[in-house]
């Protein structure tokens, strides 16, 4: 396994976009074509192919936030997905390792957070390997806030 993450050009984008989630979990996250939508509104967020070789395996998303409300500012991976083909050979887990590593060297000492959709038991115990825990929040949709004290 040779992961490695690169910004979502107009070179894998189409790659991207045929990205998809397994049968059951169309629930859990939200497309890339929404994502991707969402990216070019907030510049923000940063979209990222999840990359194994030459070959696009999966995608994720993240972004620093500052607002009034939340003054020291707010580091989120919002989304992450490995595509149904290559689900259950370890893409997730190393992918949220190198996210993690990716993530803690351009934000240093920055807690992470995440949300999760109930009833996403994989994501939610695999988030919690890595020592994300419940904070009690919920997300402006509704999902369920962990976060990763640094």
């Given at each position: 396994m040779n992961l490695h993450f690169e910004p979502i050009t107009r070179q894998n984008r189409l790659e991207a976009l045929r990205l998809e989630v397994g049968e059951g979990q169309e629930n859990f996250i939200e497309p890339v074509s929404q994502c991707l939508s969402e990216a070019r509104r907030n510049l923000v967020w940063k979209p990222v192919a999840i990359c194994d070789g030459n070959r696009v395996v999966g995608f994720a998303m993240y972004g620093y936030f500052w607002w009034e409300y939340f003054p020291y500012g707010r580091l989120w991976?919002?989304?992450?997905?490995?595509?149904?083909?290559?689900?259950?050979?370890?893409?997730?887990?190393?992918?949220?390792?190198?996210?993690?590593?990716?993530?803690?060297?351009?934000?240093?000492?920055?807690?992470?957070?995440?949300?999760?959709?109930?009833?996403?038991?994989?994501?939610?115990?695999?988030?919690?390997?890595?020592?994300?825990?419940?904070?009690?929040?919920?997300?402006?949709?509704?999902?369920?806030?962990?976060?990763?004290?640094?």
């Open positions: 991976l919002d989304r992450l997905m490995i595509d149904a083909a290559f689900q259950g050979r370890g893409y997730g887990k190393a992918a949220l390792a190198g996210l993690l590593k990716l993530l803690t060297g351009r934000y240093p000492n920055k807690d992470i957070y995440l949300s999760v959709f109930k009833g996403n038991d994989v994501a939610a115990g695999l988030y919690k390997e890595f020592g994300f825990r419940f904070n009690g929040e919920k997300d402006i949709h509704g999902e369920d806030v962990m976060v990763m004290r640094m």
